[in-house]
């Protein structure tokens, strides 16, 4: 992302591990572990309306383990990862055909819900952020500078 007030980092299923250079001033969003249900998916991550993708993503968020969930900047731990989980409302969005979760996209609507991160801007230099859990190990060494 180049313009706007945050930088969203992505955590991937199995152990990444890579270089990135933020812009300083840059809020940084990622999450620990997530979830979501549409109305493009093929079941089980299918839901019509806002209530069955809630009640999808929740089913799915609700089976991760936060025990598991862990997350350290620069070395220091973040505690109580328990109280960052988060419901998104109901959104819009637009999949190209094929895509990532199914052959045929289109306009649709989703519900996410699982624990998220927003950091402060980080101050110049480097930082290494460190998180995962339930299949997801991601470690970004983020350079901040212009």
């Not at 549409?38 to 993503?57: I, M, N, V, Y």
């Not at 799915?60 to 070395?75: H, K, P, Q, S």
């Not at 220091?76 to 960052?84: D, F, S």
Request: glycine share 12%; charged share 15%.
């Amino acid at each position: 992302m180049k313009a706007g007030p945050v930088w969203f980092l992505a955590g991937q299923f199995g152990t990444t591990e890579c270089d990135l250079t933020v812009p300083p001033g840059k809020w940084v969003f990622f999450p620990l572990a997530n979830t979501e249900c549409s109305s493009l998916e093929d079941p089980p991550f299918h839901g019509d309306t806002a209530k069955e993708q809630r009640d999808c993503a929740k089913g799915f968020a609700d089976a991760i383990n936060i025990d598991e969930l862990f997350c350290e900047i620069d070395g220091v731990p973040v505690q109580h990862l328990a109280r960052y989980r988060f419901v998104s409302p109901q959104f819009r969005f637009t999949a190209p055909t094929p895509w990532i979760f199914g052959a045929t996209g289109g306009p649709g609507t989703a519900v996410g819900d699982g624990y998220y991160l927003l950091l402060v801007p980080l101050s110049r230099g480097s930082h290494t952020l460190h998180f995962g859990g339930n299949g997801v190990d991601t470690t970004y060494h983020l350079t901040v500078a212009r």
